[in-house]
């Protein structure tokens, strides 16, 4: 079975730090693109960042360039959403996704993705 899960969220400060897991199972993650999704509430799900197989970084939020930061550690099967300098905007629950390409497609962030976690809520207030 396939599976992602996220874990990492919690309520920050403005202006603090939080590193967000995605573990995966069932599948090598390293063989895919990986994208990191938010959803505020009352909002629609956006892109914010994807990780290709390569290790290639999509940004699809302006706002969080210079702040977050996308990794992988494929020994542990697991991408890290680091975000820096925290702002109340960025108060979101935090989806991570596998996508059935390699690429991570700039145009569009939901394009191939195929499984999805259920989320991590990431609440910044002070």
């Known amino acids: 079975q396939l599976q992602l899960v996220e874990s990492g969220g919690g309520l920050v400060q403005p202006g603090g730090s939080l590193r967000l897991s995605c573990a995966a199972s069932?599948?090598?993650?390293?063989?895919?693109?990986i994208g990191w999704f938010r959803q505020a509430p009352g909002k629609e799900r956006e892109g914010v960042l994807c990780?290709?197989?390569?290790?290639?970084?999509?940004y699809y939020i302006d706002s969080v360039k210079g702040r977050f930061t996308i990794s992988r550690d494929n020994a542990k099967n697991t991408v890290y959403l680091q975000m820096n300098s925290l702002k109340p905007e960025d108060t979101a629950v935090y989806h991570c996704?596998?996508?059935?390409?390699?690429?991570?497609?700039?145009?569009?962030?939901?394009?191939?993705?195929?499984?999805w976690g259920k989320g991590t809520l990431v609440t910044v207030s002070s």
């Open positions: 996704a596998k996508s059935t390409l390699r690429i991570c497609v700039p145009q569009n962030s939901n394009f191939g993705m195929d499984v």
């Open positions: 069932g599948f090598t993650l390293g063989n895919y693109a």
């Open positions: 990780i290709s197989s390569g290790g290639g970084r999509t």
